[in-house]
């Protein structure tokens, strides 16, 4: 197999290697995210693919100290080549973007997110453009939004993102830890949000489809 065609066809695991550990991450399984840069850093190092380079990156600044975070995500972005997949280099960019605004850097976020939202937006990569609309808004940023569905528009920006992480299975104390409010609040949104989606607990959120509508499936 050529060089060209091993670097444009990544094995499965390596392809969603970022996925694997942000999800571990969120769910506190470290040792999982560390396996994932290890089998990335192999794999970039094997091919010295632009992708699998800024993928390495990407799961490193997840894994980072605040000190070490920013570092590589800049050289995530900066990989000459990472943004020729444009899926992957949006989502670096909101990745990237959340964790500007959590670390209150509110302006510099919204830059990031906008340039997520549009080639998400491009893409038509639903649910994504509406995660990178509700950090944006987090940011303290109003949008205009277009024909939106009349469900989506009930819920403000913090009780779409509360009700996002948790439908992911995150508890209040997570949730809290990462949009930087209290577990009584993440507890006070959710109270709001089931009544104005029609539901009555924690697990009927992970029957909602929010990228198209916030309605219900199966």
């Keep these: 197999m050529s060089t060209d065609t091993t670097r444009h066809t990544p094995p499965s695991p390596c392809s969603a290697a970022s996925d694997t550990a942000e999800a571990a991450l969120q769910a506190g399984q470290r040792a999982t995210a560390e396996e994932q840069a290890r089998l990335l850093r192999r794999w970039a190092e094997r091919t010295e693919a632009a992708w699998a380079v800024s993928a390495t990156h990407l799961v490193h600044a997840l894994l980072a100290s605040r000190a070490d975070a920013e570092k590589q ?16 280099h949006a989502r670096t960019r909101l990745l990237y973007g959340e964790w500007l605004r959590r670390a209150g850097r509110r302006i510099d976020a919204r830059t990031q997110l906008a340039e997520a939202a ?5 893409l038509d990569a639903a649910p994504l453009p509406a995660r990178a609309r509700a950090e944006q808004e987090l940011t303290g940023q109003h949008l205009r939004r277009d024909s939106a569905p009349a469900r989506d528009t009930l819920l403000t920006a913090q009780e779409s993102r509360v009700a996002r992480l948790a439908a992911q299975g995150l508890t209040n104390r997570e949730i809290g830890a990462q949009l930087l409010i209290s577990p009584r609040t993440v507890g006070h949104r959710l109270a709001n949000v089931f009544p104005k989606l029609g539901i009555v607990s924690r697990a009927d959120l992970a029957r909602i489809d929010f990228g198209d509508g916030l309605h219900l499936i199966g």
Aim: zero cysteines; glycine letters at 4%; hydrophobic letters at 50%.
């Design 118 to 122: 549009e080639i998400f937006r491009r």
């Design 73 to 88: 995500f800049r050289l995530a972005l900066d990989v000459p080549g990472a943004a020729s997949r444009p899926f992957h």
